[in-house]
């Protein structure tokens, strides 16, 4: 079932310039071969952003409920089709065949939520000073935009950048993960059969370090949109920096879920459970802190340890199975290392542990779900983002100590606390140094129509989905219209 796709640039799938492919291979089976993909560079990467500067004029004079419109045609098709495509990309990616349905929805929603907003492009209207003048905002797309993703939602967040680019008038050029590269291939070609004009998006394939780094580098890109690594994502900023690019960036996090004495015990440690191993932990909003007050930590871990102990550990296109394997070789060595600095640090590993070898495991990257107990502030395994089925529980005596425990870290995406009492909630929703909160919800599964993104190191300040999400792609113009017919000097009075 191997399917070859080249680049799509200005509407037509070709081959690299140098003709280097890649294989794309299933990490529950490493003998299965998803496909090969063109291995691009600079010169790729040149002709697309010539044809996205070609398309631009055009495209940023079409009215904007006409472009939002093909979001909803290509949205329609991913509904239709939602079930082979979440079988494709549990094959490519690894997670649950649940999981992947639940990626393809979560892309669904909010390119039907963007298309809506292409009959919603707001600005305001503003009284000025003086008399008979008036003010308005509009907002003008960025120009060519780079949009860079990585693979553990290899639709979702493509559509996270895609949808709100192709609303706001920006034409763009879209290097996807090289885990991922047939999930990113489909999408655009349905994008390709709902008419979307050539060059409005286009494809390059390949890895970070050639065609990542040359559509950074490239003078006809305007602003850079990535979600992945801090690594990565300082690289990036550093270059946009020195070339007045805007960027935005989606990077790691360190989430913490906090367990008050009142919470609803079953209800926390499924939360925990769900948050620290759906996607085998490779989500930036991962539960890899579990903050838990001393009163219930007994109870609390032993819980905990009996859930996970029933999670089946395989192949993802298995109903039963609820840990999938990692992404790949280098993912999962360096996740077994954390676990080995973990022990080294001196936490307490509870349960996991270790890479699972046995038959029906045998060609895959399989880590079993892992649990420390004393993991204590200053340790990597408590500071660092792991990205793997790793979580740790780190002891408190009271709220003011979770919530400083919590903010502990460089980074600030998102963390939960289970609690029933009000003042507990508030506490937190205030303190918390993190761009989303939930009270008895798991640090996990943010929806499409609410901003997403985080403080300090997670990101720069910009926010995904949500109406907040064209702020990325856009610029504000302000529009003064002077009507009295004579020379007004504003501040002068
Ligand atoms: C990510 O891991 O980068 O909130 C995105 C969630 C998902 C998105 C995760 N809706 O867990």
Known sequence: MAQDFGNFINGEWVEAVSGDTFESRNPADRNEVIGAFARSGAADVNRAVEAAAGAYPEWMATPVPERADYLLRAGLILEQRRDELAEIMTREMGKTLKESRADLQEGIDFAFYMAGEGRRFFGDTIPAELPNKIY????????????????????????????????????????????????????????????????VLNLVNGYGADAGAALVDHPGIKAVSFTGSLEVGRMINEKCASTMKRCSLELGSKNALIVMPDA???????ASAWGAFATSGQRCTATSRLIVHDDIRGPFTD????????????????????????????????????????????????TGGEELTGDEHANGYFIAPTVFDDMTPDMRIATEEVFGPVTGIMRVDSVDEAI?????????????????????????????????????????????????GGMKNTGNGHREAGPQALDEFTEWKTIGIDYSGKLQRAQMR
Not at 407 to 435: M, R, W
Request: aromatic letters at 8%; glycine letters at 8%; hydrophobic letters at 45%.
């Open 264 to 270: 609803e015990l079953d209800l926390a440690v499924e």
């Open 404 to 452: 400083a425990a919590a903010n502990g870290v460089d980074y600030g995406l998102s963390c939960a606390i289970y609690t029933h009492d009000i003042t507990n909630v508030f506490k937190a929703a205030q303190q918390l140094e993190f761009g989303i909160i939930y009270a008895n919800a798991p640090t996990i599964g943010a929806e499409i129509q609410v901003p997403f």
């Open 136 to 199: 308005m905002t509009l907002r003008h797309p960025v120009g060519v935009v780079g949009l860079i993703t990585p693979w553990n939602f290899p639709i979702a967040i493509p559509l996270w950048k895609i949808a709100p680019a192709v609303v706001s008038g920006c034409t763009s050029v879209f290097k996807p993960a090289e885990d991922t590269p047939l999930c990113a291939a489909l999408l655009v070609d349905i994008f390709r059969e709902v008419g979307l004009p050539p060059g």
């Open 303 to 350: 819980r905990l340890l009996d859930r996970v102990s029933k999670m089946k550990v395989g192949n993802g296109l298995d109903p039963d199975v609820e840990l999938a394997p990692v992404i790949n070789e280098q993912q999962k060595d360096r996740v077994l290392e954390y676990i080995a600095v973990g022990q080294k640090e001196g936490a307490t590993l509870m």
